[in-house]
């Protein structure tokens, strides 16, 4: 019988939780698994490699969640993830090889499947591995849902996790590449440009409607134009 006790769960953590996916995997997977596989795992493969101490990772399917307890190791990890894509967006020659991620934070209190004891739940605690894997708290739906607010390779940052951060402005969006030295955000808008073009002349083979193409490119120019909102 599925018996679960909440009353015997432990204090929930206070921490910064991100989402970030990649954009459009629908329509690319109905197009090529191949093609897919290559976006996803190296969106996976990006994440793991940017892994530092006090960062723990929940991958599901095109996406991962990220928490951690510490604002700085958050934002090291997204900017490592972000720097690792953004080269090889660059890089890539052909257009419909070219893949976009974006995400949010969010900060609240959530539970780690890891800490669920006996207590709670006899079942899941004697399978450590399958219960490593969940992850539930608030600030996993306001980043979800946040991520939406994201331009094209960017990060939108939830109220919740905003506090006197001056760095994001008021349209909610940090730009992560501001004082990473090898990065050229001018390069990534550009390609953005190029990429988004070829969307508009490949619209209909890639089911990607005209208003969103043109939404997604000018949020692009607008954030790696450098202006930030006052």
């Known amino acids: 019988m599925a018996y679960f006790d909440s009353r015997h769960l432990p204090n929930p953590s206070k921490e910064y939780v991100a989402w970030i996916d990649v954009m459009g995997i629908q329509s690319v997977m109905s197009r090529s698994i191949q093609v897919a596989a290559n976006f996803v795992f190296k969106l996976h493969i990006a994440a793991l490699e940017a892994m530092t101490d006090g960062i723990t990772l929940y991958p599901v399917m095109d996406g991962v969640y990220v928490t951690s307890q510490d604002k700085c190791s958050m934002e090291k990890f997204l900017r490592s993830m972000y720097s690792d894509l953004a080269k090889i967006f660059i890089e890539e020659g052909k257009e419909r ?75 909610g969006w940090w730009r992560w590449f501001e004082g990473v030295k090898d990065i050229d955000r001018d390069a990534i808008g550009r390609k953005c440009s190029v990429y988004f073009n070829w969307c508009y002349e490949n619209r209909d083979d890639i089911r990607y409607d005209l208003d969103r193409i043109l939404v997604h490119k000018g949020l692009a120019e607008l954030y790696f134009a450098g202006r930030l909102v006052a």
């Open 97 to 171: 090889f070219l893949f976009l991620i974006r995400g949010a934070i969010a900060y609240g209190e959530i539970y780690h499947g890891r800490d669920i004891g006996k207590k709670a739940s006899t079942t899941l605690s004697s399978s450590p591995e399958y219960q490593s894997h969940i992850l539930l708290g608030e600030p996993m739906i306001n980043a979800h849902l946040g991520e939406r607010g994201a331009p094209p390779f960017g990060i939108f940052v939830h109220p919740s996790a905003m506090g006197s951060d001056s760095s994001v402005g008021s349209d």
